[in-house]
């Protein structure tokens, strides 16, 4: 299963954010800078992670971005779907529906693959992620905010 480049992108930012010192609130622009993803594309990321609750933003002077609780504790399986949707892995009913939608065992086999993918996630949380091998490498991308 393929991620698409939004849910790696979500996965990316919430890391970053869980490794930050706890008083840190860097800017979304910091952000894409330090993980070299467009600015446009972590606007857009950073928006649906405050709808989920997962990073609270402050605009002006003194704002910026911070990992919540929920953020911290949040299984890497369940920020995946919130992110991914509910899309179907192939698209058997499209424009040109498949003539062999009607028999065809594939796509229930393919979903119950993602279900099984994510659920392999689960077990894993954000925090986590941020505390392993990866913590150093993260915490040097981590300037300080002027």
Known sequence: MQLTQFTDLGLR?????????????PRTKTVAEQLHISYAHTTKVVARLS?????????GR???????????????????RQLEGDGETVECDGAKPCPLRNGCRLRKALR?????FF?????????????????P??????QPTP
Do not use: C, F, H
């Not at 930012?13 to 609130?25: E, F, K, N, R």
């Not at 077990?123 to 392993?132: I, Q, R, Y």
């Open 13 to 25: 930012v919430v890391m970053y954010l869980a490794a930050a010192p706890a008083d840190s609130t």
């Open 51 to 59: 709808e989920l609750g997962v990073v609270t933003t402050r605009r």
């Open 62 to 80: 003194g704002g910026g971005l911070a990992i919540t609780e929920l953020g911290r504790v949040a299984t890497i399986g369940w920020l995946t």
């Open 112 to 116: 119950e693959a993602q279900e099984a």
């Open 119 to 135: 659920s392999s996630l689960d077990g894993v949380t954000v925090a986590d992620l941020a505390k392993s091998k990866i913590e």
């Open 137 to 142: 490498v993260l915490l040097t991308l981590i």
